[in-house]
């Protein structure tokens, strides 16, 4: 039977500083990093390790779930080894160890948890299994001061969601995709233009030299004014053009248009939930100039790995200053996958006293909002449970 994680609660750790070591291999990098949560909530990164397995995956166009699990056995050991030395850290002073649990690649995420496992074992330390898509929810909290609450909109290549964040494990969903995420659009659309893996970056870089105004595509979900998204219809047109391009010119336009097409999508669903939340929040005037970033009326943080983007990055933050929000974004290394949003939200997680039983499961679906998942699906639940 799929279970989620279970937590017991420990509250001696309420105000003390936390170093976590955060491990990640939901998908196709190894990931191990160690952060520190100070006593006022500040996270500081002491080492982030990354192994991507972009080559090992490039032939096929895609991630291979056998051979990205296979990779992750045979890294695992040493990226956590090197986060450790990097980190100027041993084992003894370490207060936890934070793993992705799900959702993602099972067999990948049965590795970093199976490591979490042990390590949790051997040094006597507690376990946290974490989220991954909490990961990315708390990761623009690696770089600076991000109050909750806040809006987030997390786009990546599995997820497109808007949550209203008011602490981990305490989030509301308020809007999804019914299809497919933008970042799967990206990438299918590159490699239909003919692009390498990941085709989101390659796509992006085609588009610089794109005059998207050539192409008509089109705009899905016009007549509902919710706040949720759908990607299918614009990935199966742009496919189709893509068969039509003679040139590197067409091509280019082409990869333009999507771009700007994901863009304006992101921004109009955005633009709904900016205007919904300053009117649940009464957020009636704009921030002040030069308010600093967590002390803001309202604060609109945008993750994963899509806020990598710099058209789409760009498109978001006017949307948010058109509102009146503060606009904050993880740093590029911390958009894409990677341990140290792992190790905060577990360190954040244990300061709460919420610790994973040692028999945890790994899980291929795991909604951040799970109440809205299940009573108010977008997918069918699956054998697995609800998607999102």
Known sequence: MERSADYSSDGSRATAPLTVLGLETSCDETAASVVRLSADGEATVLSSVVHSQIDDHAAYGGVVPEIAARSHVEMIDGVVRRAME????????LDGVAATAGPGLVGGVMVGLSFGKAVALARGLPLIAVNHLEGHAVSARLCGRADYPFLLLLVSGGHCQLLEVRGVGDMTRLGTTIDDAAGEAFDKIAKALG????GGPALEKLAEGGDGSHFDLPRALLGRKDCDFSFSGLKTAAARLAQTCETDQQRADLADAVQTAIARQLSERS?????????????KQPRPAGEAVGQAKGLFVVAGGVAANR???ATLQATAEKNGFAFLAPPMAYCTDNAAMIALAGAERL???LVSDIDTAARPRWPL???SALNDPTHAPGRKGAKA
């Open 271 to 283: 633009d709904r939930a900016l205007k919904a939340w300053a009117e649940s929040h009464a957020l």
């Open 369 to 371: 909002d799970e109440h």
């Open 195 to 198: 692009l390498g893996y990941p």
């Open 351 to 353: 300061r709460k006293g």
């Open 86 to 93: 990097e980190a100027g850290m041993t084992w003894a002073e």
């Open 311 to 313: 058209t789409v990055r």
